[in-house]
Structures are given as C-alpha cells and as structure tokens.
C-alpha cells in the first residue's frame, strides 16, 4: 500500500490559549490564590510549620531581562522573536529549580532571541547563521524538560544564545497504512499528534506525563517513557527513521523493520538531547487504537509483597499495559489508599481480542502473593471508563494534575521534586533500603520534616523502574542549597548501587554529576568526537551531555 500524504496543516483558526511564561501550562491554570491557602494550611499542620503560605506568582511586567546580545538578521526577521514573554519562556524548562528560580524573578541568562522555522530550510539558514556568528543555539520542543535540558545560560565563549523553538513543525506529512507507520515533523505536541492520527485509527500509543506540552521531537531527543509500564515502553521502540539537520550538513536514515547493517544510524540522535543535531522529521511506528480494556486495583499489605508480585508478571508474558505499582504513602496521595497498603494499578488493552485470559492469569499471580482483588476485575470492558474508575481513575488524575500542583508546592515554600532510575531485580531491594533510610533521613535533616514515597512507573523482566517522590517544607532563600545536596546523595545512591541516573527524564545539565559516572570514559571520547565532526563549532546545547574535554 502506497503511503497517504497529509499535506493541509492540522487544526483551525481557534485562539489557543497563551503558554505561562514561567511554570506549567497556560496562563492562569493551576491552583488559584484560595486552593494554594488551603494547601499551604494543610501541609502546614502536616509538618509543623506554620509560616507556609503562598507568594505572590509571577508577572511578566515585574521581569528585568538583560539587553539581547545578538540580533536576528533581517534575513531571519519573519521567524524571529525578541519579545519579553517569549525570551523568558525559553530561558527554563520546567524543573523544580526551574519554578524557583522563576518565582524568585530571576531569568539572568534568557535567549538573546528565539526562531520559529516553519520548514526545514530555515532551520538550515539558523543553524548557518549562528555558525558564522558563534552564538549557541538551543533546540527547543514544548520546553517541558524537568533536568534543565533546555536552559539557555550556557558556558563558553558564545557571543549569544538562540532558542530554536520548532513548534512551527507540527505536522503528520505521511501515513503508510500497510505498514502502521507514519512521517511526521518533529515540532508537533502530544494532542496535536493524536488529532491527526485518530482518523485513521491509528495511535503513537506514547503518553508521558508531559504529553500536552511535550514534542516528537523532545521525545526522541531525550529518550522519553511513556505512560505504559511493559513492552513499548520508551520512544526508541517507535522510531523507525529520522531525518537530522546539522551544521555540517543534513542526513537521513533509511526505513526498515529491522537491519544487522552495523551500528543504527537513528540511535545515534535517539537521546542525544540537541546536542548533535536537530531532529526535523521521523518516520514512527504507529499502533492500531484500541478498543479493549480490562482493569484492576489490586492491594497488598506490603510493599514487599506487591514487588515480588510485579517480579513475577514481569516475567511471565502477559506484558500488561498499566503495571504501576505504589507504595501506601504514595497510594495514599495519589490512588486513594489508606495508607497502610501498597496499590497495584493493572491494566490491558487490545485493539484485536477479549483479556479475559491474561487478566486472569494476572490476578491470580497477584494473589499468589497475597493481593487482593476484586471479582469482578476479570472483565474485558470497550469503554473508555475503565481508566476513570476507583483507584485507576485518582490516580490517572493525579498523574495528570501533578505539575501544576508542583508550582502551587514551590509557591507556598515546599520542596516538591522527583528522581526515577531503573536496576535490576538482584539489586532492587538493597538500593530500596539505601534510599528510603539515606534521602529519607536528609530529608528531615535538612528540611526538618518530609515523606518519601516509591512507586514503580516500568517494569521490565530483568528489573523495575522505581520513581521516588520527596515533599518537604524549605527554608525560603535556602531552596536551591537544600535541593541541590538532597540531589546530590540520591544521585550518588544510584550511581553506588550500580542503578541508572535517570530512566526516563534525560540527563540535561541537572544529572551530568551522575551521568558522568555512569557513562564509560572511552564512550564519552566517542560522543566528543561525533560531536566535533557534526558539530564544529560546538554551537548545539553546550553543557548537555558531555563537555569539550
């Protein structure tokens, strides 16, 4: 079958509501002045702190940005912005420190200006002109990088920073049905993506917690995880081509369902963060939507318990589409658990055949290790409900919701920040033990008061992916201090117990120190020296990665 080509661009003339220029989201979303009050109240009886209460939020006519640097060459005005509002929104993505910094007002080190290319060719004419120019050039998607792998405040003698926004690029240019896959342009968000692929009953099936401000491109470039705990798991299982401008020219690798030709030309730019080239376009593999859903919440006195649970489903086949395993603190603020129990959120999906079977070999592998599940969850259900519904549904809620509600947390002086890693099964339960006993006890030293909770976001045969969440209230003026040394020993954790820095957030500038460690030497000399023959002038995302020695 003959791919189908998609040439009118997606969507209408509808007025889409302005980006926040400093935390996540639109302009006015998130917890107004009365929900963060009680939420400041609430945490403040929590901890014991009773001077907890929300700061003012930021506005953009309270910003003092530094005179720009760099002008764009009226060759580039069309696409060109030196707007106040666009060159804060770009200077961050949206971090923890991210949002502290903004609400602290400070944005020292914005983009000099920041492009908009609407086609492949203006991405060409940015990159040659910052080339000439020697000014450092940011690749940039839907800016919702948690790791600082957007940031513009670069070291180096650059003689400015652009920002190479390609939300321009939004556009699904190709579908092959025959072969379930797709071509489309790097800059599209998550919405837009699915928009134009549901008339054609297809899907990316790809939905990280970011997804409606994220891009394909971002995805590919940070090498994403989406929403899904077994089989596809992170972008790279999706992409099947890319198509890469560099300044040293522009390549494309070629479509296959697989290839033992050498080392994949893809994998090269499959989580190279912007460093060695911008992504324009990628050819995806797509899946059937489906239409078959059964799910289950399944409680277990222990955390314990629930993991030698997950073990065995990770291993027995039935790769099921949802297998989020929370620990009772974390089932507690986000499944609505009692707090004394550990939640399993089990879930398949079909777009071919009953689930019946594997939901029920799944259950009984559950209660093999004590959980507890209700009758009726052995049901193949085709209505969208059954992700809304009891513990399921909180926490799909609370997934979704869980970024603006971060801002809210920063505003009123706690500390809200998240690391994630993946180890194998041997390793687990000593690296467990390491954190929840050494970040939990920093935790109350340095802050005075906190939780940490645990839950599992992937899991695979050989090992989970474990995510912890920290709260705590922080000294105001103290945040970042108290941030970075709490970082720091997580990262150190990992790095000791033989775990990943990062398993699905990127490395940006905020896990280097780990990254470091981890990555071995001679292949950080390999990534230097593709870095200089695609990149000359080392103009792409300096910092990120790996530095010139």
């Known amino acids: 079958m003959r791919p189908e080509k998609l040439l009118p661009r997606f969507g209408n003339n509808a007025p889409v509501p302005r980006r926040s220029f400093w935390g996540w989201g639109y302009e006015g979303a998130g917890p107004d002045e009365g929900a963060r009050a009680r939420l400041a109240q609430s945490l403040g009886e929590r901890f014991g702190r009773a001077d907890l209460s929300p700061a003012p939020l930021p506005r953009i006519e309270e910003i003092a940005l530094p005179a720009p640097r760099t002008r764009p060459p009226a060759a580039l005005s069309t696409i060109a912005s030196e707007e106040p509002w666009e060159r804060a929104r770009h200077a961050y993505g949206r971090s923890y420190r991210d949002a502290v910094r903004a609400q602290r007002r400070d944005f020292a080190h914005p983009p000099d200006w920041v492009a908009f290319p609407s086609d492949e060719s203006q991405v060409e004419d940015v990159l040659d002109h910052c080339e000439r120019r020697g000014v450092a050039v940011i690749p940039y998607g839907g800016g919702s990088s948690v790791v600082g792998g957007v940031e513009t405040n670069v070291d180096g003698e650059y003689r400015g920073v652009v920002t190479l926004d390609l939300s321009r690029l939004d556009r699904v240019l190709e579908i092959d049905r025959g072969s379930r896959a797709a071509r489309i342009q790097a800059g599209v968000l998550g919405p837009a993506l699915e928009d134009q692929l549901r008339p054609h009953g297809l899907t990316l099936r790809h939905f990280p917690q970011s997804f409606e401000f994220s891009s394909l491109g971002g995805w590919i470039a940070t090498r994403s995880g989406g929403h899904?705990?077994?089989?596809?798991?992170?972008?790279?299982?999706?992409?099947?081509?890319?198509?890469?401008?560099?300044?040293?020219?522009?390549?494309?690798?070629?479509?296959?369902?697989?290839?033992?030709?050498?080392?994949?030309?893809?994998?090269?730019?499959?989580?190279?963060?912007?460093?060695?080239?911008?992504?324009?376009?990628?050819?995806?593999?797509?899946?059937?939507?489906?239409?078959?859903?059964?799910?289950?919440?399944?409680?277990?006195?222990?955390?314990?318990?629930?993991?030698?649970?997950?073990?065995?489903?990770?291993?027995?086949?039935?790769?099921?589409?949802?297998?989020?395993?929370?620990?009772?603190?974390?089932?507690?603020?986000?499944?609505?658990?009692?707090?004394?129990?550990?939640?399993?959120?089990?879930?398949?999906?079909?777009?071919?055949?009953?689930?019946?079977?594997?939901?029920?070999?799944?259950?009984?592998?559950?209660?093999?290790?004590?959980?507890?599940?209700?009758?009726?969850?052995?049901?193949?259900?085709?209505?969208?409900?059954?992700?809304?519904?009891?513990?399921?549904?909180?926490?799909?809620?609370?997934?979704?919701?869980?970024?603006?509600?971060?801002?809210?947390?920063?505003?009123?002086?706690?500390?809200?920040?998240?690391?994630?890693?993946?180890?194998?099964?041997?390793?687990?339960?000593?690296?467990?033990?390491?954190?929840?006993?050494?970040?939990?006890?920093?935790?109350?030293?340095i802050c005075g008061a906190g939780t940490l909770t645990c839950r599992f976001t992937h899991v695979y045969p050989d090992g989970p992916a474990p995510y912890y969440s920290l709260l705590a209230p922080v000294k105001r003026g103290s945040e970042l201090e108290q941030w970075g040394e709490l970082k720091s020993l997580a990262m150190r954790v990992l790095s000791d117990e033989g775990a990943t820095v990062t398993h699905h957030h990127a490395v940006g500038r905020d896990h280097r120190p780990g990254y470091d460690r981890e990555r071995p030497p001679l292949f950080a000399r390999a990534l230097r020296a593709a870095k200089r023959e695609l990149d000359p002038g080392w103009l792409l995302n300096p910092g990120v990665l790996f530095d010139r020695a």
């Open 228 to 445: 899904f705990a077994t089989r596809y798991t992170h972008i790279d299982d999706f992409v099947e081509s890319v198509r890469v401008v560099t300044p040293a020219g522009t390549l494309e690798t070629r479509r296959l369902p697989g290839s033992g030709a050498g080392p994949a030309p893809e994998r090269w730019f499959v989580g190279s963060e912007g460093t060695l080239g911008v992504i324009t376009e990628a050819w995806m593999r797509l899946q059937d939507r489906p239409t078959r859903r059964a799910n289950a919440s399944v409680r277990f006195a222990s955390f314990e318990s629930g993991v030698a649970a997950v073990h065995a489903l990770s291993q027995s086949g039935l790769e099921p589409a949802n297998c989020r395993l929370l620990d009772p603190g974390e089932a507690l603020t986000s499944a609505g658990g009692s707090g004394r129990e550990a939640i399993l959120v089990l879930g398949f999906e079909s777009h071919d055949h009953d689930l019946d079977a594997g939901m029920r070999r799944a259950v009984e592998l559950c209660r093999d290790h004590g959980g507890d599940v209700p009758d009726d969850a052995v049901r193949t259900r085709s209505d969208a409900g059954v992700t809304r519904e009891g513990s399921a549904g909180t926490w799909r809620s609370s997934f979704i919701g869980a970024p603006y509600l971060r801002d809210a947390l920063v505003s009123i002086g706690v500390l809200a920040e998240t690391f994630e890693t993946a180890v194998t099964w041997d390793r687990f339960a000593k690296l467990h033990q390491r954190v929840t006993s050494e970040v939990g006890d920093a935790l109350r030293r």
